[in-house]
């Protein structure tokens, strides 16, 4: 538990003094949460407007833990080997994934930090969720879903990916990859592989399933919750941040 904690201290003290952290996975989606319904939502009736900008809120906070999780602690973790960190850390009573699972745990704290601000941003600009309790506490649940997939991805470039603009680029790569993909783009729209694509990637789903809880069928386009769907997001989130972990323990503690 002390490695953890001193862990996620560390992390969270290297997130929160890095401006270009900051400006990266904060002020990007809110730049784009502000901006977007000028450009996109001109001749849409008014009374899906306050919907339609209730689902990009929910889309940009995706982005922000994606970028977070998959880009920038990839790259701090490149940054720490690099500078020989894990091989001094050999040497120490120090479990590798008890301090992995710390940098994952401080990556969380700062996404519930951006994302409170966004949601916050979201309602100044006019958002409208019609969600009650209860589907606040799935979504609750689901943005753990897309914050663990990201931080096992993160874990997994870091373990394989050397250099931490390598790592941070090909995390930001992916995120975008993901975002265009199969979430940007409303899913009556999109090629058939990309929608079997979008409900089978745990952080696209787990996405489409939060709009689906707060705004309605009408702004998903399906409804997402079925077995199938459901049990994909649970196990793949899960398995992806487990191997996240294994590939981290495995490949990042090892004299280079």
């Known amino acids: 538990m002390n490695t953890i904690m001193a862990s996620l201290t560390k ?17 990007i989606p809110a730049v784009f949460l502000v901006l977007l319904p000028f450009i996109l939502y001109q001749d849409v009736p008014a009374e899906f407007i306050g919907g339609l900008k209730g689902a990009l809120t ?28 894990y091989e001094k850390m050999l040497s120490m009573p120090v479990k590798a994934w008890h301090e992995g699972f710390g940098r994952v745990l401080s990556v969380w704290f700062f996404c ?32 753990l879903a897309i914050a663990a997939s990201s931080t096992g991805m993160g874990l997994i470039i870091a373990a394989f990916v050397k250099g931490e603009s390598a790592a941070t680029h090909i995390g930001v790569g992916i995120s975008m990859i993901i975002y265009f993909t199969s979430i940007a783009m409303p899913y009556r729209t999109v090629p058939s592989y990309l929608q079997v694509f979008s409900r089978i990637n745990p952080i696209s789903a787990a996405n489409n399933m939060i709009v ?17 769907e459901v049990s994909v997001v649970v196990l793949l989130s899960l398995g992806i941040l487990v191997a ?13």
Do not use: H, Q
């Open 112 to 143: 519930i930090v951006g994302s409170t601000i966004l949601v916050l941003l979201g309602f100044g600009c006019g958002a409208a969720f019609t969600g009650g309790f209860y589907e606040i506490l799935g979504c609750l649940f689901l943005g």
């Open 244 to 256: 996240g972990l294994l590939a981290y323990s495995r490949f990042c503690w090892k004299k280079r």
């Open 11 to 27: 992390s969270l003290k290297v997130f929160f003094r890095d401006k270009a952290i900051a400006s990266s996975s904060i002020m």
């Open 58 to 85: 929910v889309s940009m906070i995706t982005l922000l833990i994606m970028s977070a999780g998959i880009g920038n602690l990839a790259g701090s973790i490149a940054s720490d080997a690099g500078r020989g960190l």
């Open 212 to 228: 689906f809880l707060l705004e309605g069928e009408v702004y998903t386009g399906y409804n997402p919750f079925n077995l199938v």
